[in-house]
């Protein structure tokens, strides 16, 4: 299946080129894509974590929260959105969302933008469509700090405790 990327230079503008994740041609060097993550908080402060399908190539059955690559033409919100209804089912309004932060990686060649929603979410009503996901729970601070020490959550996920201190006061 293609799959479109917009390619970003350094200081994160659209460069007009396009390639297709899955094919032989890579990012050259000063070339990145745009992927999102995000952060959903509930009344009580609990962060939603999800469980990736034992299927995934990389870190089955580990812990994240809702993430993926931004496709040709979507803007970082779109893509968030796009992201949260495929993996969990629940569809967000961009008035729902509050931009945190960019960080750009180096190494993997991306800029990621990091979202805030907060939502009061029963487990019960999250539908897990595209297989990627396939269990959610929600964790308080504590114990988000003590799935990081047991690496129950993927190594890639960008924000930490004060990064989750800072969202509950957003």
């Given at each position: 299946l293609m799959e479109l990327w917009d390619v970003y230079d350094i200081n994160k503008k659209f460069t007009g080129k396009v390639i297709d994740r899955?094919?032989?041609?890579?990012?050259?060097?000063?070339?990145?894509?745009?992927?999102?993550?995000?952060?959903?908080?509930n009344s009580k402060g609990e962060i939603l974590l999800n469980k990736r399908s034992k299927f995934k190539n990389k870190y089955p059955n580990m812990w994240e929260s809702t993430a993926g690559s931004c496709i040709k033409g979507e803007n970082s919100l779109q893509s968030m959105?796009?992201?949260?209804?495929?993996?969990?089912?629940?569809?967000?309004?961009e008035s729902d969302a509050v931009f945190y932060k960019t960080l750009r990686d180096d190494n993997a060649k991306d800029f990621?933008?990091?979202?805030?929603?907060?939502?009061?979410?029963?487990?019960k009503?999250?539908?897990?469509?595209?297989?990627?996901?396939?269990?959610?729970?929600?964790?308080?601070?504590?114990?988000?700090?003590k799935?990081?020490?047991?690496?129950?959550?993927?190594?890639?996920?960008?924000?930490?405790k004060e990064d989750y201190k800072k969202c509950l006061e957003l």
């Open positions: 899955h094919s032989d041609e890579r990012l050259k060097e000063g070339e990145y894509h745009l992927v999102v993550e995000a952060i959903i908080i959105l796009r992201e949260i209804r495929e993996e969990l089912g629940v569809i967000f309004n990621k933008d990091i979202w805030l929603f907060r939502k009061d979410l029963e487990i009503d999250l539908s897990y469509t595209d297989g990627e996901v396939v269990d959610s729970k929600w964790v308080t601070i504590d114990e988000f700090e799935m990081i020490d047991n690496e129950e959550i993927i190594p890639t996920i960008d924000f930490d």
